[in-house]
């Protein structure tokens, strides 16, 4: 009981921690030993997997660090902040992944580090602003006035990624690329391939739950402490 | 039914009373404007401006003067509020809180665009182009006015935070980057004297930006504001 009260949700944790360890090596499994090589570039090519599926749990873990945002503005409930301040920390870690990752990828495919390409940069420069996010709620000492600072930034920059989106493809589209920067688009893939992709889209969305979890675990228990401090003094 | 025009009347009070402390200190102006020169005579030996070179990136050179002046000038808004204590009496008029951003935004709007109508000739005299043209007038005026939509709005949160003018540029220019591509790539195809139809989608973007973040930031902006 005791225990129970000190680290709420440790049963869930551990199930969602062993549920995302084995999804992962899983794919990592697959990706390895199931997925064709592709013809051109070979091994390389595999990193595209867990590339796009760090990405596309990058983004979902924004979009709900704004969604929270919205909902603790509405609310005014502590765990909506928690829960926003968590997404945005695992985003910018998955986002940092996917970028890395598609470095080392497209030094092999375009045979450079990095292109100007729209995703590409629309993704990096949501890292400025989730970085900018956390210097925000760092400037700011009061406990309500930094959820809502936090929150009303998180709604805002994820609110402009669209535009910028938009604005860097009209960029590239306009003045024409040497660097095919619709490669993925083009590309065809094999049954296996999009088995494998969905598979590791799949394993990395249970990462992202994992990760997710013990963050605001971690989120709540900083706040008890805080109030125990706060007790004392 | 008396709501609408007393809300108008109090924005317009606050940009007033903010362009005539302007005018009688002339703190922000001064500063920005000097600056803003001094930016354009770095970029002048930074870039080695040849004059063919010089067509193609006067429009950058532009915004990334205005942008870097409006951010000065947004700090000093709202910093000087803030140290002389005015921000409290502000915020207990009897008013809707958002008249007060609709007075900060046109007050700032107006004192950029005045930058901008310095600039402009200057930057053509040094350089020997023709800068008055209406549809660059017209970008300025819709890329300003997204520009600061936006950082009205965060410098108000930056205000209250303990690193409040070093913060502001790292929360503002990421955000506002859409804004600031779209105008860039408008005035630059403009001038680079391009039919008007390559200019529209970057206008349409500008003017999308403007819509959605003046909302926004009207909306969030009691939110901020919040004592």
Redesign the interface.
């Known amino acids: 009981m005791e225990q129970s009260e000190i680290h709420p949700g440790q049963r869930t944790q551990r199930i969602l921690d062993i549920a995302a360890a084995l999804a992962v090596l899983g794919a990592l499994a697959v990706v390895i030993f199931y997925a064709p090589l592709e013809a051109t570039m070979g091994a390389v090519q595999k990193i595209f997997y867990f590339h796009l599926s760090a990405a596309w749990a990058g983004m979902l873990s924004f979009m709900i660090a704004a969604i929270a945002g919205g909902i603790y503005?509405a609310r005014r409930q502590t765990r909506w902040d928690q829960l926003s301040l968590s997404a945005v920390e695992v985003g910018l870690v998955l986002m940092l992944m996917a970028i890395v990752g598609g470095s080392i990828w497209a030094r092999q495919a375009w045979n450079t580090w990095w292109t100007w390409d729209p995703r590409l940069t629309t993704v990096t420069?949501m890292e400025?602003?989730y970085l900018?996010y956390f210097?925000?709620r760092?400037?700011?000492?009061d406990p309500e006035?930094r959820a809502?600072?936090g929150a009303?930034?998180a709604?805002?920059?994820f609110?402009?990624v669209p535009?910028?989106y938009?604005?860097?493809h009209?960029?590239r589209t306009?003045h024409p690329l040497l660097l095919g920067s619709s490669a993925s688009d083009g590309m065809q893939l094999a049954p296996r391939m999009t088995q494998t992709l969905l598979i590791s889209l799949a394993a990395f969305s249970v990462l992202l739950a994992a990760l997710l979890y013990r963050r605001v675990r971690l989120a709540r228990l900083a706040d008890t402490l805080d109030a125990l401090r706060q007790q004392m003094d | 039914m008396n709501r609408r025009p007393r809300f108008w009347r109090a924005a317009l009070t606050v940009a007033w009373k903010d362009l005539l402390t302007e005018w009688r200190s002339r703190e922000a102006f001064s500063a920005m404007l000097v600056f803003a020169l001094l930016v354009i005579f770095i970029f002048n030996f930074a870039l080695e401006l040849k004059p063919a070179a010089r067509a193609e990136i006067s429009a950058g050179i532009l915004w990334v003067t205005l942008c870097f002046a409006g951010a000065l000038g947004l700090n000093r808004a709202w910093v000087s509020e803030k140290d002389r204590g005015c921000l409290d009496g502000l915020l207990l008029a009897p008013v809707d809180r958002a008249a007060l951003y609709f007075g900060k935004l046109f007050s700032g709007w107006l004192i950029l665009m005045l930058i901008a109508a310095v600039l402009l000739p200057i930057y053509g005299l040094l350089y020997n182009q023709n800068l008055i043209l209406p549809g660059l007038l017209l970008f300025i005026a819709l890329g300003v006015e997204g520009y600061l939509a936006?950082g009205t709005?965060?410098a108000a949160?930056?205000v209250?935070?303990?690193?409040?003018d070093l913060?502001l540029p790292?929360?503002l220019f990421?955000?506002?980057?859409?804004a600031l591509?779209?105008a860039v790539?408008a005035s630059s195809t403009l001038l680079s004297g391009l039919p008007w139809v390559?200019v529209q989608?970057?206008l349409m973007?500008l003017l999308?930006?403007d819509l959605?973040?003046t909302v926004?930031?009207w909306l969030?902006f009691d939110?901020?504001m919040?004592e």
Do not use: H, N
């Open positions: 503005l420069i400025l602003v900018a210097l925000l760092q400037g700011v000492d006035r809502r600072f009303v930034y709604v805002v920059g609110l402009s535009l910028m938009l604005s860097i009209l960029y306009i | 936006v709005l965060l949160m930056a209250q935070a303990r690193s409040r913060l790292v929360l990421p955000v506002t980057l859409p591509i779209a790539k390559d989608p970057w973007l999308a930006f959605i973040f926004v930031a969030a939110i901020v919040e």
